[in-house]
């Protein structure tokens, strides 16, 4: 009489098929990892070591720190560089504008003592074009 349950016998086939599947899907991917490997491989270890470069916190390279000190020196009353200026750096020192930014809002946090009478200065210099003598 079959009522419909499975035998011990067709359970253990069952998994045998099952177990053959796994191991050769197993197979397959080691199989397709190693191509892409071989054919990817030079373009992804040059990635890893473009990220890991980009994650790597510190100090700025020397040169480049003194690029960003010898414009912060020559505009020193007002160093907001213009987004020129950013270009010009970022093309100088090898960074990237983020970079740039940073060192400069950093540098004026830390160094920066703007004089008081500066927003007045700035006004007067403009004002002489709102005033002409008759």
Do not use: C
Request: negative net charge; charged residues 35%; glycine residues 4%.
């Amino acid at each position: 009489m079959d009522d419909g349950a499975v035998s011990s016998d067709e359970e253990l086939r069952e998994g045998d098929d099952v177990a053959t599947q796994d191991s050769q899907q197993r197979s397959n991917d080691r199989e397709l990892k190693d191509q892409l490997l071989r054919k990817f491989g030079s373009h992804i270890s040059s990635l890893k070591l473009e990220f890991s470069k980009k994650k790597k916190k510190g100090k700025l390279p020397r040169e480049a720190r003194q690029a960003l000190l010898d414009w912060w020196n020559v505009h020193y009353k007002w160093p907001y560089p213009t987004e020129a200026d950013k270009i010009a750096l970022a093309e100088e020192t090898g960074l990237d504008q983020k970079q740039i930014n940073n060192w400069f809002i950093n540098q004026r946090k830390r160094h920066w003592k703007p004089s008081q009478n500066m927003p007045f200065a700035m006004m007067d210099d403009s004002s002489e074009t709102f005033f002409t003598e008759e």
